[in-house]
C-alpha cells in the first residue's frame, strides 16, 4: 500500500485531540469539538465529496433527489448558481447574519461550523429532455437507470433530475446544510427521494463495518495505491467519447439495498464469510494475508474464495492476478476494474409488515458508467443474492469542480 493512502483515521485522530477540553477557573469550557470545524475545500477540479476527505469519508451522509421545476434555462441557470453560492458558504463556515438568512437554519448557532460538509452534485439523464435545450450535451453513457435481474425497484425512490449528497462529521450540519438550500431553491427544485445514512466509525481499527458486520470498502486503495489509476478509472478526461464540459467529472451510481438482517443474523459466520470472500472479524482475504489490506489471492479452483462470492465476482482479476483460475460466472475475460466505492449504511421506518428496512446506500464513481453496469451484471450470480433487494437510486453524472469563486456549477454545461 503506498504512503499516500495510510489507515490512520484523521477523526478519530482528531476525537483524541479533542479529548483534552481547556478548563478556565476549575470550570470546563464547552468548546465546539475540534472535528466541527473541519474544512474540506470546495474549490478544485473536482467536486471534493467524491474523494475527499482523503483516508476516511464523514460519517454521516444524505443523499437527496429532486425533480428540477424551474421552466427555463435561465431560471436553471440561478439553480446552480445557488447551489454553489450555498455549498460555498455552508462548507466553509463562518459568521451567520440571521438579518441577511444567510445562517441556514440557526441550528448551528450564532457561527456556522463547516463540520467536514462537502456537497456533492449530480445531474440525471431526464435534465436532458426537451425542457432546456441541453439534448445534445448528454454525457454519453448517461441514461437512466433500468432493472437489474433481482431489483424491486419502486419509481418514487429511483432516478431525479439533480442529486445532491451531502456528507458530514454530524448530522446536525447535514440537517441545517439542507434545510438551507431548500429554502434558497424553493420553486426550482423539488424533493423526489432521500437516503439518510451513516457509516460506523473503526471498531475496532481499520476500515467501517457494514450492516452485514464487515469491514467495507477495503479494496478501494486498489484506486489511489497506483500513480494513475485513478485518473484512467475515475475522472473523465480527454481523450474520451464524452462533451467537453464533462471533463473533471465523474459518473455516479446510487443504489437502495436492502438487507434481510435475520436470515443474516442465522447464517453462520464461516459461511458468511465464503459469502462474501473475507474474514469477518479481521477483513482479512479468505486467500490469506496479514490484514485486511494484504493484496487478495484467489486459489484455482474456489475451494477457499469461492467462485460467486461477493470479491470474486465483483473483481475476477482475470488479467492481473497471477492466481486467478477462469471464473465460471464471469462472461468473458474481464480486463482489470475498479470503481470508487463511497456508500453509507441506512436505517428508516419499518415496512407495512413491521419488519425492518436497513441496508446500504451503496454509491460509486467510475469514469465509465458501463464499467460499474457490467460488474452489477456479474453481482446478479453472487451468493449475496438471498439476502439483499435494491430497492431504488439512480444514475447521475456528478459535476465537474467549481474552480474559483468566479465558476459555478454546471457553468460549461448551460454556457
Ligand atoms: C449492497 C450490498 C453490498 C455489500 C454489503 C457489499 C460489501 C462488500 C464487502 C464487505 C466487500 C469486501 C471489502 C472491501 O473490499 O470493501 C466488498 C468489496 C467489493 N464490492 Fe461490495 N458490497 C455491496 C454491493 C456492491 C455492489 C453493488 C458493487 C458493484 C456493482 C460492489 C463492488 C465491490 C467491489 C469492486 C469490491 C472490491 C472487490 C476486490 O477487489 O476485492 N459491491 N463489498
Redesign the pocket.
Known amino acids: 500500500m503506498s504512503g499516500s493512502y495510510s489507515r490512520r483515521s484523521f477523526i478519530g485522530g482528531a476525537l483524541v485531540a479533542g479529548g483534552a477540553a481547556g478548563v478556565a477557573g476549575g470550570k470546563p469550557l464547552r468548546e465546539e469539538s475540534p472535528i466541527a470545524n473541519d474544512v474540506v475545500p470546495f474549490h478544485g477540479e473536482h467536486q471534493s465529496g467524491i474523494t475527499k476527505p482523503p483516508l476516511v469519508p464523514q460519517q454521516q451522509g444524505i443523499f437527496a433527489a429532486y425533480d428540477v421545476t424551474a421552466e427555463n434555462r435561465a431560471e436553471l441557470t440561478d439553480l446552480f448558481r445557488t447551489l454553489t453560492e450555498r455549498a460555498r458558504f455552508l462548507t466553509s463556515g463562518g459568521p451567520a447574519n440571521p438579518a441577511a438568512h444567510s445562517s441556514g437554519s440557526g441550528l448551528l448557532g450564532t457561527t456556522l461550523v463547516p463540520d467536514g460538509l462537502t456537497v456533492t452534485v449530480g445531474i440525471g439523464a431526464s435534465l436532458f429532455d426537451h425542457r432546456f435545450g441541453l439534448a445534445g450535451r448528454r454525457p454519453t453513457e448517461l441514461v437512466p437507470m433500468k432493472a437489474f435481474a433481482h431489483d424491486e425497484l419502486d419509481p418514487a425512490q429511483c432516478h431525479g433530475d439533480v442529486l445532491l449528497q451531502l456528507c458530514a462529521n454530524h448530522d446536525d450540519a447535514l440537517v441545517n446544510a439542507l434545510i438551507d438550500i431548500h429554502a434558497r431553491t424553493r420553486g426550482l427544485m423539488r424533493q423526489r427521494w432521500r437516503i439518510d445514512g451513516f457509516r460506523s466509525p473503526q471498531r475496532p481499527s481499520g476500515t467501517p463495518r457494514?450492516l452485514?458486520g464487515?469491514?467495507?470498502?477495503?479494496?478501494n486503495h486498489?484506486l489511489t495505491d497506483v500513480k494513475g489509476r485513478i485518473d484512467k478509472f475515475l475522472w473523465v478526461h480527454p481523450p474520451s467519447p464524452e462533451p467537453a464540459w464533462t471533463t473533471g467529472g465523474t459518473y455516479q451510481v446510487i443504489?437502495t439495498?436492502r438487507f434481510d438482517l435475520d436470515e443474516w443474523d442465522r447464517v453462520p459466520v464461516t459461511r458468511q464469510e465464503k459469502i462474501?470472500g473475507?474474514h469477518k472479524t479481521t477483513?482479512i482475504p479468505l486467500g490469506g494475508g496479514t490484514n485486511e489490506n494484504s493484496p487478495?489471492v484467489y486459489d484455482r479452483n474456489g475451494e477457499v474464495m469461492p467462485f460467486n462470492c461477493?470479491?470474486r465476482l465483483?473483481?475476477p482479476q482475470t488479467v492481473e492476478s497471477r492466481f486467478s483460475a477462469p471464473n465460471p460466472y464471469v462472461r468473458a475475460d474481464v480486463p482489470p476494474v475498479h470503481?470508487w466505492?463511497r456508500s453509507y449504511q441506512y436505517m428508516r421506518a419499518p415496512d407495512v409488515n413491521g419488519r425492518m428496512d436497513a441496508g446500504?446506500a451503496?454509491c460509486?464513481f467510475q469514469r465509465k458508467l458501463s464499467t460499474?453496469i457490467d460488474?452489477?451484471q456479474r453481482?446478479e450470480n453472487e451468493m449475496l443474492v438471498p439476502f439483499?433487494t435494491p430497492t431504488g437510486g439512480g444514475y447521475f453524472f456528478a459535476l465537474p469542480g467549481v474552480t474559483d469563486k468566479h465558476d459555478y456549477y454546471a457553468y460549461k454545461l448551460l454556457t
Open positions: 457494514d452485514l464487515f469491514h467495507d470498502d477495503v479494496a486498489f443504489r439495498v462474501i473475507r477483513g487478495v461477493h470479491v465483483a473483481n470503481i466505492r446500504h451503496f460509486c460499474y460488474m452489477q453481482l439483499i
